[in-house]
């Protein structure tokens, strides 16, 4: 692919947006960036401007009208977050003043930024790759705590250095095969075959390391999916409401309550999951319930996992039915308080009272290990670094090619093979750090960002 050249062109525009939320407040920052950026800030503020100082000045529209007072400071290239001549306003935070602030900009010759096109700069400038773009808008995006903190990580670089050591390892492979490739009458001895087996070996490893954080962490940024599902009148809603604190849900004694599913966000340990409560699962001629099972049955199709919920006092089968995924179910058993006989939670069986909140913490606790399962070996440590599935999945890609040349070496020692199967990982961790990275998805992942970033 062209690497960074097709959008040069649309670069020497320059470019400005409102960077802060749209709205009343007290500031508005509004910032151009392009090659005629101090250009058109002398003509705003009629003063040139020294670089990281904050000025502190009238902003004149084209007719020399006073449009706010307020702060210009200036990035000079190449010491700024795009890379290209960098200035904020800060302005009185009116979004008339914005307003006027942006189409005077617009009149002096900028042009108002798409989504992302700030960060997208800043890309093809090489001031950030596309792991930290990405970590800027999961950064903002994030709804917990703890994926503020491994976002932060992301965009400060500690995704993409692990891929580059990564690419450092493969490539010095790569450099030994490539070698022999060069002298194919010299026999590869068994001694050097060795080596490159071992070399590959430790390359897998690590791969597989690095996946398994990518995962947790795009655990992280996605969060999980809960559904709560079961026969009707178990108290699937009464369960929602307990977990979320709040009555979400219409609870009632008649079964098939529930139609649409409805949800409620939660955090557990970090992560922010989503419960949905669905209708009640049975064989029903109302039109309306049978579509709500319809759905119910979407939801559970999508969940991460699955409560199935039973009534501990009733005498029908407690069985989940067959066409669900048993590994995603976890078996909660529901109103022990009208129950005489003491059951123990186990690792597929949790016994709670949803009516007066029995049970609810061990429920909880025992989410918490499910959610965190894939993380067992660093179950202590903090994850290292948020990821999106993309990572994910070039990660996988990559350790597939590895494990390929890894086969391809001890079966027949064919060379060439091998070093096709490396340029491949080579390729799928270049798409990571966007070296690799073919436009379309370039225009994608920079579309979901938000104006002015
Ligand atoms: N005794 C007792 N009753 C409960 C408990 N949990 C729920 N109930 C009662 O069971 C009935 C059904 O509760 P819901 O939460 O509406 O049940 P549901 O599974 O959502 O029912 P549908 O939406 O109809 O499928 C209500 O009368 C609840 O008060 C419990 O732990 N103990
Ligand atoms: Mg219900």
Redesign the pocket.
């Known amino acids: 692919m062209p690497k960074k050249t097709t959008q040069a062109i649309e670069q020497q525009e320059s470019i400005c947006a409102l960077a802060t939320p749209a709205g009343k407040g007290a500031l508005a920052i509004v910032r151009l960036s392009g090659k005629d950026a101090h250009a058109i800030a002398k003509i705003i503020t009629h003063k040139p401007l020294t670089p990281r100082k904050a000025h502190y000045t009238n902003f004149y529209d084209c007719d020399d009208g006073v449009i706010d007072q307020g702060l210009a400071i200036y990035f000079q290239t190449p010491a700024s977050f795009t890379g290209e001549d960098v200035i904020e306003f800060h302005c009185h935070g009116n979004p008339l003043v914005a307003d006027l602030l942006l189409k005077t900009l617009c009149s002096l010759g900028a042009r108002l930024a798409t989504p992302g096109e700030f960060s997208l700069r800043a890309f093809l400038n090489n001031k950030i790759d596309l792991t930290q773009a990405e970590a800027i808008a999961d950064l903002i995006n994030s709804t917990t705590e703890q994926a503020v903190r491994t976002a932060t990580r992301s965009m400060q670089g500690a995704f993409s250095r692990r891929v580059e050591e990564v690419l450092a390892q493969l490539t010095q492979v790569r450099m030994h095969i490539e070698a022999h490739l060069d002298f194919p009458d010299e026999e590869i001895d068994r001694q050097q075959c060795e080596q490159l087996a071992s070399l590959l070996r430790l390359l897998s490893n690590y791969l597989n390391e690095l996946l398994q954080q990518a995962k947790l962490g795009e655990r992280l940024q996605t969060g999980a999916t809960i559904a709560?599902a079961?026969?009707?009148?178990?108290?699937?809603?009464?369960?929602?409401?307990v977990m979320a604190q709040s009555d979400v849900?219409?609870?009632?004694?008649?079964?098939?309550?529930?139609?649409d599913p409805l949800s409620a966000d939660i955090e557990i340990q970090g992560i922010a999951v989503r419960l949905i409560?669905?209708?009640?699962l049975r064989d029903t001629k109302d039109i309306v319930e049978a579509k709500g099972i319809e759905r119910a049955q979407q939801a559970l199709a999508q969940a991460d996992l699955i409560l199935w919920?039973t009534?501990v006092?009733s005498e029908d089968s407690q069985l989940a039915p067959k066409d669900i995924d048993a590994t995603k179910i976890i078996y909660v058993h529901?109103?022990?308080?009208?129950h005489k006989e003491i059951k123990f939670n186990d690792r597929e069986n949790i016994y709670?009272?949803?009516?007066?909140q029995?049970g609810i913490d061990e429920l909880i606790q025992h989410l918490e290990q499910r959610l965190s399962r894939t993380n067992t070996a660093h179950e202590q440590a903090d994850t290292p670094f948020l990821a999106r599935s993309r990572h994910v999945i070039a990660l996988q890609h990559a350790l597939d090619s590895i494990r390929s040349a890894q086969q391809r070496l001890s079966n027949s020692l064919e060379l060439e093979l091998v070093a096709e199967d490396l340029r491949l990982a080579q390729q799928s961790l270049g798409e990571i750090t966007g070296e690799f990275t073919p436009d379309d998805l370039l225009g994608k992942i920079f579309s979901e960002f938000c104006i002015g970033k």
């Open positions: 709560i079961g026969k009707p009148n178990v108290g699937k809603s009464s369960l929602l409401n849900a219409i609870v009632t004694e008649i079964p098939g309550t529930t139609r409560d669905t209708a009640g919920l009534d006092s529901n109103k022990i308080d009208l709670i009272s949803a009516k007066n029995l």
